[in-house]
């Protein structure tokens, strides 16, 4: 059950866990030697960043699925258009180092044959610009989508389908070379952020602890939103929608405004993401992307924020491990886990966890037996 | 009822000729009614007669064909959606008990209070200790002091009923619709929640649909019995059970 302390024991034990990892792994990376069985290679840092921005994605989808039943396939395209926004700033800083050395195109508008920049990659070159784009562009796409879809009252698989054409849409649109977004082959061969080289083990370090404070932080405004009245409400959407209505509640916006936080961190996340991974490319709107979000919620835990990160976390480790060792099991071992979860965990594994820690307890909390009567 | 009704004094709600029908089913067909300040009237009628309908007409869930639905003597609600009928002080109770099960008892009541609903305002939300006072009263008055940290969804169907009354009432509205209170509930239960609608009437308007013949007994107070989507007869019950019209349709089945 929700406690009503602001950081419950929940939260506070996969806080104090983050900070273990925010501190431990970028030691162990620069303060161990190679040679020291605890060492942790840059890749490997990098590639735990990588995860702690799925992470932060969860926990944006969850806040919108798990609190106020807005089940969106689209939350993909919202991390894309971060990662987008992010890259065109990363294009940008390359300037005349690029193989076709123009101070001011990138590479693939030369290639194309573009004579000046587009009008909507003017501004990119400065770093606080890009990084309000990569609010204000997810921001935008999901309180325009928002206020029509709220508005017409589309609920439930239409809006989910809708969601999942979204992102499709901007997937078939990034692809097209005259979009100016580089086509298939996307943004990539950045060099430096505010001077620093990616590739050096400082900025590497300072972009996974951004990436577990950005975590953390989701978490944090998360919790706080869902505390609030507002909250509250978001639930009594989720669980009974007319009545919040014929209690003069204006449902859409509540929902909008969800909404667009949701986008805008799911747009962090992909932030964070794409220096870790040195490429943004249009696959990251692909609808696998976005499904495999909601996997994640629902096999950490919906509606729990912390289980929606822990989802990820344990979802995307196993990817890495199983697509390396068994290439071709990959899929139908995300299918087996979202299915078997869904059947024996409807809680997802936080609530397993948190079952079995009660059961050691052996005192039950009294409002989980009250829930229960 | 001639349109001079509309600027007679005291009038809560007034219905005129209001049709509304489904795939040309006419599930409301020249309706018209006037509830007046403080009154509390009970509505029967058979299955299927329209009386959900007429509610879901006042509260602009359903939008009529033809005909208008007067507020307090000038607002036109048939132009209002649910949310706005609500902010003007239309309570509404549904049919099958819709309070949120995943919050406590104390929840439900404290989403439910009068005050402002906008985005910002629920987000800087605090409570105040008027309030805690008031939810404490209306706790009280529901019967389920005992029960406010449990979880909605766990309480009996019959207090779920007096529940979603209570965050009726914490709306502060001026008009009660009140869809089959008694559903579910013992004989007990039912003839204390007719004393409490009676108890609500006076200070707020209340309109009630009911099946249970004992429990409009027990309101004690003009009936109105409706048969496919429009008046039948109103007056007193027992002027009503001695109609011959009402006898066939409805008491008489
Ligand atoms: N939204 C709707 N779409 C189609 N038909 C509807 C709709 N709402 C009501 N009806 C029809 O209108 C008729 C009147 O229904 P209504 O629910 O108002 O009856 P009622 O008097 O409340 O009956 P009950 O006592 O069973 O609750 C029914 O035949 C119903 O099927
Ligand atoms: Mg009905």
């Known amino acids: 059950m929700a406690s009503t302390s602001f950081i419950d024991r929940r939260l506070g034990v996969f806080l104090a866990l983050l900070a273990v990892v925010t501190v431990g792994v970028p030691l162990a990376n620069t303060a161990l030697s190679p040679e020291s069985g605890l060492h942790v290679p840059t890749y490997m840092l990098s590639l735990i960043g990588k995860y702690l921005c799925y992470a932060l994605l969860a926990v944006a989808l969850d806040l919108v699925w798990g609190y106020c039943g807005i089940l969106s396939l689209g939350h993909g395209a919202f991390f894309a258009l971060g990662g987008y926004a992010m890259g065109m700033h990363l294009m940008r800083q390359i300037g005349s180092r690029g193989a076709y050395g123009n101070p001011v195109l990138p590479d693939f508008m030369v290639f194309l044959g573009y004579e000046k920049l587009p009008w909507f990659w003017h501004g990119f070159d400065m770093f606080w610009f890009a990084c309000l784009m990569v609010l204000l562009a997810p921001g935008l796409l999901a309180f325009v989508f928002g206020w029509f879809a709220f508005r017409s009252r589309v609920t439930g698989v239409y809006l989910s389908i809708i969601t999942q054409a979204m992102t499709y849409a901007l997937l078939l649109a990034f692809f097209r070379n005259e979009m100016g977004f580089g086509g298939n082959n996307g943004l990539t061969d950045f060099k430096d952020v505010l001077g620093f080289s990616l590739s050096s083990d400082g900025t590497r370090v300072t972009l996974f602890v951004l990436s577990a404070l950005a975590l953390g932080g989701g978490l944090l405004v998360g919790r706080w939103i869902t505390m609030t009245k507002f909250g509250k409400v978001l639930v009594g959407v989720r669980d009974a929608e007319s009545r919040t209505r014929f209690l003069g509640y204006r449902v859409e916006q509540f929902k909008l405004f969800v909404f667009t936080v949701s986008a805008m961190m799911a747009g962090v996340a992909g932030a964070l993401y794409v220096p870790q991974v040195g490429i943004i490319n249009p696959g990251e709107f692909s609808p696998a992307n976005s499904i495999e979000i909601v996997i994640w919620v629902a096999l950490g835990g919906r509606g729990t924020l912390v289980g929606a990160a822990l989802g990820a976390l344990i979802v995307v480790a196993a990817k890495s491990w199983l697509t390396s060792a068994f290439p071709d099991a990959w899929l139908y071992a995300l299918g087996l886990m979202f299915i078997l979860v869904t059947i024996f965990l409807p809680q997802g594994v936080l609530g397993l966890i948190e079952k079995l820690g009660r059961g050691r307890r052996e005192q039950p909390e009294p409002e989980a037996v009250e829930a229960e009567a | ?253």
């Open chain 2, 1 to 253: 009822m001639s349109d001079e009704v509309r600027g007679l004094k005291g009038t809560q709600l007034y219905l005129n000729d209001v049709h509304r029908s489904f795939d040309g089913y006419k599930a409301i067909n020249g309706l018209s009614m006037v509830i007046t300040e403080g009154e509390l009237r009970a509505v029967v009628g058979p299955n299927g007669a329209g009386k959900t309908t007429m509610l879901d007409i006042i509260t602009g869930k359903t939008r009529p064909d033809q005909g208008r639905v007067i507020w307090a003597e000038h607002t036109d609600l048939t132009k209002l959606d649910e949310a706005s009928t609500a902010r003007l002080g239309i309570g509404r109770k549904f049919q099958k008990p819709t309070v949120f099960e995943t919050h406590t008892v104390e929840d439900n009541l404290m989403l439910s209070l009068a005050g402002d609903r906008g985005v910002k305002a629920s987000l800087l939300f605090r409570i105040a200790k008027a309030q805690k006072a008031r939810i404490d009263e209306l706790l009280e008055l529901v019967r389920l002091t005992s029960a406010r940290h449990r979880l909605a969804g766990s309480l009996s169907h019959g207090q779920k009923q007096w529940l979603e009354i209570g965050m009726l009432l914490a709306q502060e509205p001026k008009l009660l619709l009140v869809d089959e209170p008694a559903a579910g509930m013992t004989d007990a239960e039912t003839m204390r929640t007719a004393e409490l609608l009676r108890d609500i009437a006076g200070k707020r308007s209340v309109v009630v649909i009911e099946h249970d013949m004992d429990f409009v007994r027990a309101l004690d107070c003009k009936v109105t019995v409706l048969h496919r989507g429009a008046v039948l007869a109103e007056g007193s019950l027992d002027h009503v059970s001695a109609n011959q019209e009402v006898i066939e349709v409805y008491l008489g089945r």
